[in-house]
Every structure is written in structure tokens, then in C-alpha cells.
């Protein structure tokens, strides 16, 4: 099992997420970083402070040189997936192939409403998703795109230069629906976030999506799998090694440990060596 951290870019400063992010560079446990993609500040008070996802990556992209790193995942409707290919790929190239490409449907109707940001329905939102994720991995990888699809329409489109993972970034799809959100999964992503719950539930949930990769004739193992694991308040490290075994336990790749705020790089050194005499990673 590997692990990585996230720090939610919500009530907080960036001098105290930058301070985390530059002393998990010299932690090889951590092998990625992530912040996630919203406006306001969720599950809490949404009138708080929020930097934007997306910016405080590429800072955070030029304050390291070994994490990989990532949004925990971008709503897709808050940007044209042709502006996000651009960004992604010029994020690629900033990072010197970092970049991992969080991707998910939406659902935060709160500050999607006061912008004026339609979300739709939730079948809107995945039909809506679905065809992104078509026009993301064709303008991240071919010359030229021509898409023709119900909410995007390109023609000729191109995206340039290309960033150095070929034949895209990974992309890694959030989310839990059995319908839609796994066998879009299947089809499009190398790496799978199931956004935590009990061990039998990520159990289950990784049995639809092999049954969707089987759909389709691919082999599951070519997705990796992630969930978010808690560092609470109260710092207890012990929990999280408790966690992540018995997730572990049903197949678990990649435990991503929610750092609290205000962050403190203090709590790094801490986890790492918990994780390092777990033995997980071995």
C-alpha cells in the first residue's frame, strides 16, 4: 500500500499549506499531494475562507520537485473541457509530469447556484461528465478533435504542446455510483477515488467496477485505487493505521490521509513514521 495527503484549500492560509506541501517533498512515504476543487468551504461553515483549487496547484507544483499532485476531483462543469485539457496540460509541462487529472461530475449545488454555474440533474451531470471526459483525453493526446455530443461540440481542436506523460496525465475519476460514475471509470480512468466509507462498502463497490471493466474487456489491475483516510483533531495516527489496514485488507492502493486545519507541517514527520512501522508498505 502507498500513501499520499491532502490538504482542502479551506480555512486555511497559504502559507500554512505551502509549509506542508514543502516538508512532505522530503517525505518519501508521501508520494502525492492533493487539494480539491470548490469555491466555498464544505462541510463547514461555506461563508469561510476557500483558495481556488487549481491555482494553488501550479504554486504548489513550482514549490516542489518530487510530489505528485492533484485536485480530489474538479467538477466538471465549472470549466469547458477544452479550457481544463489546456490547463492540465500546461500543468503537465510545469510540473515535469506530475500531474495527476481528478475528474468528477459535480454535485455542489450551494456555490454552483450562486454563481450561476448550471449543474443540472443527475443525469444531465453524467451525461454532461461522460463526454468530457471523451473530449479531455482526446485533445490531451491526439493532434486534432472533432467531437459532436450534446453539451460539446469541437471542431478541429487542437491542444499544444502536449505534456510529457503521453498518452495523457492519469486521470483519476471520484465518486461511487454504480450506474454511471464506475463504468465511466472503467472506461476512462487509470485511477479510481472512492471518497471513504466502511471496508465492506469499498469492497462492494470495487467488485461493480471490475464487473464494468469485464464489460468491457479491460484488465482491472491497469486502475489504481485510492480513498481518503482522516488525520482528525485530535491527531490520532493510530486510527489511521487502523483504517487503512482493513482497507488494505480488501485491496486498497493508495491511502490519501485528510491533513486537519489549520495545517501544520508538524504532523507529517508523526504520520510517516506510524505508517513506516505499520508495515503497510512493505
Not at 17 to 25: E, G, K, P, S
Not at 90 to 115: F, K, P, Q, T, V
Not at 251 to 274: F, K, N, T
Amino acid at each position: 500500500m502507498r500513501f499520499a495527503f491532502k490538504t482542502s484549500p479551506q480555512n486555511t492560509t497559504w502559507k500554512q499549506m505551502l509549509a506542508v506541501w514543502q516538508t512532505a517533498d522530503d517525505i518519501d512515504v508521501f508520494e502525492s499531494g492533493w487539494t480539491f476543487d470548490h469555491f466555498y468551504p464544505i462541510f463547514s461553515d461555506s461563508a469561510g475562507p476557500c483558495l481556488e483549487g487549481w491555482t494553488t496547484l501550479t504554486a504548489l507544483a513550482q514549490a516542489t520537485t518530487r510530489l505528485r499532485l492533484g485536485t480530489l476531483v474538479t467538477g466538471i462543469h465549472y470549466r469547458h473541457p477544452a479550457v481544463l485539457a489546456n490547463m492540465a496540460t500546461a500543468l503537465d509541462i510545469i510540473s515535469d509530469g506530475r500531474l495527476e487529472l481528478g475528474i468528477g461530475a459535480g454535485w455542489n449545488e450551494e456555490e454552483s447556484g450562486a454563481y450561476g454555474i448550471e449543474l443540472g440533474s443527475i443525469k444531465e451531470r453524467f451525461d454532461r461528465f461522460e463526454e468530457a471526459c471523451g473530449v479531455l483525453t482526446s485533445l490531451l493526446s491526439n493532434e486534432t478533435t472533432n467531437f459532436d455530443g450534446t453539451y460539446y461540440q469541437l471542431k478541429d481542436a487542437r491542444n499544444e504542446p502536449k505534456g510529457p506523460q503521453r498518452p495523457h496525465p492519469p486521470i483519476c475519476i471520484g465518486g461511487s455510483g454504480e450506474k454511471r460514475t464506475l463504468r465511466i471509470t472503467a472506461r476512462y480512468a487509470q485511477h479510481w477515488n472512492f471518497a471513504g466509507g466502511p471496508p465492506d462498502l469499498f469492497a462492494h463497490k470495487l467488485e461493480v467496477l471490475k464487473s464494468h471493466c469485464a464489460d468491457i474487456g479491460r484488465d482491472p489491475k491497469e486502475i489504481v485505487t485510492s480513498a481518503h483516510l482522516r488525520l482528525e483533531d485530535d491527531l490520532n495516527y493510530a486510527k489511521v493505521i487502523d483504517d487503512a489496514t482493513a482497507l488494505a485488507a480488501e485491496g486498497l492502493d493508495l491511502g490519501i490521509v485528510y491533513i486537519p486545519v489549520p495545517h501544520d507541517p508538524g504532523v507529517l514527520e508523526p504520520l510517516a513514521e506510524a505508517i513506516r512501522d505499520s508495515g503497510l508498505r512493505d
